[in-house]
C-alpha cells in the first residue's frame, strides 16, 4: 500500500508536468558541446541559480588543469546541496552537462528545445539533460511536500563525461565530494531507460600495438622490412588465438545488450605506412617502416585487466618467437576497472521499489557494455552505492533527433522522489 504522503508526492509531480518540459529545453538551449566544451559556464550557473533560491547552498567548482580547460572553455561543475532537519543519509544526483557534437540528419533545431508528440527535442534531450531535469523537478517535490526529511539531498551538474569526466566527476571524486560522509547514495540519471536499474558498467583497456620494419624503395622491397606484413602477422594471431577464446567468458553482470555479456575486442584503427600528402592517391613508393592499431578491449568484472594485458603480450612474445624480424611495442592509453553495485544495496533495491510502484511492473536491473562517471564514484569516492536510472532511451543518445519522451520523464521524476524519499528516511 503506497503511503497517503507518496500518493500526494506523485500527484505533485504529475503537476510540475509543464515545468519539467521548460526547465528541459532551458537546458537543451545552452550547446554544450563537447569538444570543445562550450557554454559549460552559463548552463551551470542557471542551474545554480534555480537551486539556490529554493534553500540549497549553491557552490561552482571549476576543475583548473584538467583536460581542455581554459579561460575560453572553463570546466565548471555546479553543486548544490539542500539539508534537511537533521543528520541522516545524504542521496546525490549526478548529471553531466555536456553533450557531443550535433552531427548530421537533423530535422529540428539541436539546440532549440523544440516539443512534439509528446517528445522534447534536442541534443543532449536524452542523454542526458531530461534526466537532469527530471532529477532537479523529482528533489524539489520532495522538499516542498512538507515531508520531514533527514540527511541532504544534493544535485550536481558536472562537465566533460563524454571525454571521460576527468574535469568533471573525476575532479571533484578526488576532492571529496562523492565519498562518505558527505554522500551516501548516489543516483546518475543516464538514459538507461525509464524501467531499467543500471548497476555498473564493463571495463575498458585502449592499447596501441606497434610493429616496426625497415625502410626501402617500394620496388626492391627485399632490401627493406614491411612492418605492415608484420602487423598483418599480429591479427591474424588476434584471429586466431584471441578472438575465438572471447566468448569462452561468460559473465554474472546483466549487462545489456546481451551480446556484451563477454568480453569484447574492436580493432579500432590501423595505421601503416607514409600519408598520402599529395592527396593523389599515390603514396611514396616506399616499404613501409612502422604500422599501429589501436584495440579496445572490454572487460568483464570477473576478468583480471593485468591478466588480460598478459595473454596480449604472451602472443606478441610468441611472434617475436618464431616470426623474423618481428618487433612489436605495446602501450597502454586508457582503462577503466569494471564497476558493479552489489544488487541488494538500498539504492539498488528501493529504486526497483520505486520503478514497480509507477510503472506497475517490475525493474529491470542491467549493467552498461560502455562506462560512464559511476567509475570515478566508485575507484574515486570509493563509493560503491551508485546507480545510473534515468528517463532517455539508450539508443537514441548521440543519434540525430535525439529526444526523450515526456512521460518517460514525468515517471522517471517520481521514481527518484520515491526512492530519494526511501533512502533518506530509512524505509530501507
Ligand atoms: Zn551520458
Redesign the pocket.
Known amino acids: 500500500m503506497p503511503h497517503p504522503r507518496e500518493d500526494a508526492l506523485l500527484a505533485d509531480i504529475e503537476g510540475r508536468r509543464d515545468e519539467l518540459v521548460a526547465l528541459t529545453q532551458d537546458l537543451i538551449r545552452f550547446p554544450t558541446i563537447n569538444p570543445p566544451g562550450d557554454a559549460y559556464q552559463p548552463c551551470a550557473e542557471y542551474l545554480g541559480q534555480r537551486l539556490s533560491k529554493r534553500g540549497f547552498k549553491v557552490e561552482y567548482m571549476r576543475a583548473e588543469g584538467s583536460p581542455g580547460d581554459s579561460d575560453a572553455y572553463p570546466r565548471v561543475n555546479v553543486i548544490a546541496r539542500w539539508e534537511g532537519g537533521r543528520p541522516g543519509p545524504c542521496v546525490h544526483f549526478n548529471s553531466?552537462i555536456d553533450v557531443v557534437s550535433v552531427g548530421e540528419g537533423w530535422t529540428v533545431d539541436p539546440f532549440g528545445g523544440v516539443v512534439k508528440d509528446g517528445k522534447v527535442y534536442g541534443r543532449g534531450a536524452c542523454?542526458?539533460k531530461g534526466g537532469l531535469a527530471a532529477s532537479v523537478i523529482a528533489v524539489e517535490a520532495l522538499i516542498d511536500s512538507g515531508a520531514e526529511l533527514p540527511g541532504a539531498l544534493e544535485i550536481s551538474g558536472t562537465a566533460d563525461?563524454e571525454s571521460g569526466g576527468y574535469g568533471g566527476v573525476a575532479y571533484l571524486a578526488e576532492r571529496g565530494w562523492f565519498s562518505k560522509p558527505r554522500v551516501d547514495h548516489v543516483i546518475i540519471p543516464?538514459p538507461l531507460n525509464v524501467d531499467r536499474v543500471c548497476i555498473g558498467h564493463r571495463g575498458v583497456w585502449w592499447s596501441e600495438i606497434t610493429t616496426e620494419g625497415h625502410i626501402a624503395h617500394g620496388s626492391m622491397p627485399f632490401l627493406g622490412d614491411n612492418a605492415v606484413r608484420h602487423m598483418g602477422a599480429v591479427i591474424d594471431e588476434l584471429e586466431r588465438r584471441i578472438f575465438p577464446t572471447l566468448s569462452a567468458h561468460q559473465t554474472t553482470m546483466p549487462v545489456v545488450p546481451e551480446g556484451a555479456r563477454t568480453p569484447t575486442l574492436n580493432i579500432n584503427s590501423i595505421h601503416g605506412g607514409q600519408p598520402d600528402v599529395t592527396g593523389s592517391g599515390l603514396p611514396a613508393p616506399v616499404v613501409p617502416d612502422s604500422c599501429r592499431i589501436v584495440l579496445d578491449r572490454r572487460l568483464l568484472i570477473e576478468e583480471d585487466l593485468d591478466q588480460v594485458k598478459a595473454q596480449m603480450r604472451a602472443v606478441l612474445d610468441g611472434l617475436v618467437q618464431t616470426r623474423p624480424n618481428f618487433r612489436y611495442k605495446m602501450r597502454d592509453l586508457f582503462e577503466v576497472r569494471p564497476s558493479m553495485t552489489e544488487p541488494d544495496r538500498p539504492v539498488v533495491r528501493l529504486t526497483c521499489e520505486a520503478v514497480e510502484q509507477v510503472l506497475g511492473r517490475p525493474a529491470d536491473i542491467c549493467c552498461s557494455p560502455g562506462t560512464?562517471d559511476q567509475k570515478h564514484i566508485d575507484r574515486i569516492g570509493k563509493l560503491r552505492d551508485c546507480i545510473a536510472y534515468g528517463p532517455g532511451i539508450l539508443d537514441l543518445?548521440h543519434q540525430p533527433d535525439e529526444y526523450v519522451g515526456i512521460d518517460d520523464m514525468v515517471n522517471s521524476a517520481k521514481v527518484m522522489a520515491l526512492s530519494a524519499y526511501a533512502l533518506l528516511t530509512g524505509k530501507a
Open positions: 553531466h542523454d542526458m563525461e543516464e560512464y543518445a
